[in-house]
């Protein structure tokens, strides 16, 4: 039985999860959701199909999103959803299944594990990560069992409240603090090209001064936390120390083939 994870990771919660799963199926694909083609439709004929994102704002991401609308299946394969977040899930669960389900796609369950995050506005106090990962291991554990088995679970639904917390958050990222437009720190940085190497849709292009931010940014903060020097900021980012995370089960050599 085939079995297709398809994944969008920055600074690799989300590919730990899709990897650690992928293991446990004996004939399974890892595919990055940044790396298709959302121009067109992605025909999938797997038995077995599981989404896994992480959570910005309440919401999943927006490359996420676009991939739902775009991807077509044969027959009636199990589909399952899997979030991860460090403050909250929101309707992001929900609102995915609401996209596969106005496209006639069943979605068989979904699932949610908390993991550090990786915010600079809210980081989790690097005191508490040692334990949140050990947890959200025993959780992936349980939930591998339960995808074997296909089970199936009470789907999530919509709440308007947080639709209204979301859409005021993402409004105050864009608008204000600018997230989706980082700028790179020329006195540090060193035009090491790591940034480029690590954005998952091809954001950064490099060049022989320094990276070049272009407009698909995804907000996945990868390449701000992977930034050897700290070079890369967002508007009204305050100087921190010791603010950069990524996964510790996930290495930087997995991480540039996502």
């Known amino acids: 039985m085939s079995t297709e994870l398809y994944y969008f990771s920055g600074t690799g919660n989300t590919y730990y999860i899709a990897k650690k799963i992928a293991h446990s199926f004996s004939d399974s694909k890892l ?19 599981g989404i896994v ?5 309440y919401d999943a991401p927006k490359i996420v999103k676009r991939f739902l609308e775009k991807i077509e299946l044969s027959d009636q394969p199990y589909v399952f959803l899997i979030a991860n977040y460090g403050a ?6 929900a609102n995915c299944t609401s996209i596969l389900n106005a496209r006639h796609i069943g979605v068989s369950s979904t699932f949610s ?24 291991d025993h959780e992936i554990d349980k939930t591998i069992q339960s995808l074997l088995n296909h ?17 005021f958050m993402q409004k105050l990222s864009t608008s204000y603090l600018e997230f ?19 954005c998952p849709v091809d954001n950064i292009t490099t060049s022989s001064t320094y990276p070049q931010m272009n ?10 936390h992977h930034c050897p020097e700290e070079a890369i900021r967002f508007k009204h980012m305050k100087p921190k120390t010791d603010y950069q ?9 997995e991480l540039l083939r996502i």
């Open 151 to 167: 089970e199936k679970g009470k789907l999530p639904t919509q709440k308007i409240a947080t639709h209204l917390v979301s859409s």
């Open 180 to 198: 989706n437009k980082l700028n790179i720190d020329k006195a540090k940085c060193t035009n090491c090209g790591l940034c480029s190497k690590v």
């Open 215 to 224: 407009h698909k940014c995804e907000m996945c903060f990868s390449c701000l």
């Open 245 to 253: 995370y990524t996964n510790p089960n996930i290495t930087l050599k």
């Open 113 to 136: 594990f908390v993991l550090p995050d990786n915010s600079i506005i809210f980081p989790t106090p690097k005191a508490k990560m040692p334990q949140m990962l050990t947890d959200a």
């Open 31 to 49: 595919i990055p959701i940044g790396s298709l083609n959302l121009e067109s439709p992605v025909k999938t004929n797997a038995q077995n199909i």
């Open 53 to 57: 994102f992480p959570v910005y704002f």
């Open 88 to 93: 909250g899930g929101g309707n992001a669960l």
